[in-house]
């Protein structure tokens, strides 16, 4: 059996003003996946949506594009320039306030837990 699918929704078809509803039930759809089981979705879809106008005149293709970015940003220039990166910053600051109470501080140090790690696979 095939899928009766004529069309993929994309980020700009949520957008429309006829499609409101099915956009807040979508994002609460998100969200709740996000709440009660800790998978985040983006909004947008692909990394490439969240390109800035800036950003979609970089040249190159889907994956060298963003090779020259990194490259501009590893020369100075802000990431935000690049990339709508809103939804990034809500996602992280989220992930690192549930995150970090979770560290425990190394009671070893990095070098003693390499020498184990290596001597246990010399066994």
């Given at each position: 059996?095939?899928?009766?699918?004529k069309k993929k929704?994309?980020?700009?078809?949520?957008?429309?003003?006829?499609?409101?509803?099915?956009?807040?039930?979508?994002?609460?759809?998100?969200?709740?996946?996000?709440?009660?089981?800790?998978?985040?979705?983006?909004?947008?879809?692909?990394?490439?949506?969240?390109?800035?106008?800036?950003?979609?005149?970089?040249?190159?293709?889907?994956?060298?594009?963003?090779?020259?970015i990194k490259e501009?940003?590893?020369?100075?220039?802000?990431?935000?320039?690049?990339?709508?990166?809103?939804?990034?910053?809500?996602?992280?600051?989220?992930?690192?306030?549930?995150?970090?109470?979770?560290?425990?501080?190394?009671?070893?140090?990095?070098?003693?837990?390499?020498?184990?790690?290596?001597s246990d696979a010399?066994?």
């Amino acid at each position: 059996m095939r899928p009766k699918i004529k069309k993929k929704i994309t980020h700009e078809d949520l957008e429309l003003s006829e499609n409101i509803d099915f956009k807040k039930k979508l994002y609460d759809c998100l969200d709740d996946i996000w709440t009660n089981h800790k998978i985040y979705i983006l909004r947008r879809g692909e990394l490439e949506k969240y390109l800035t106008e800036e950003g979609k005149k970089v040249p190159g293709s889907k994956e060298t594009k963003l090779l020259n970015i990194k490259e501009q940003i590893e020369q100075g220039r802000k990431i935000e320039e690049y990339f709508l990166i809103d939804e990034f910053r809500d996602f992280f600051n989220v992930a690192l306030r549930s995150f970090i109470p979770t560290v425990t501080p190394l009671t070893t140090t990095v070098e003693i837990l390499a020498t184990e790690a290596t001597s246990d696979a010399n066994l």
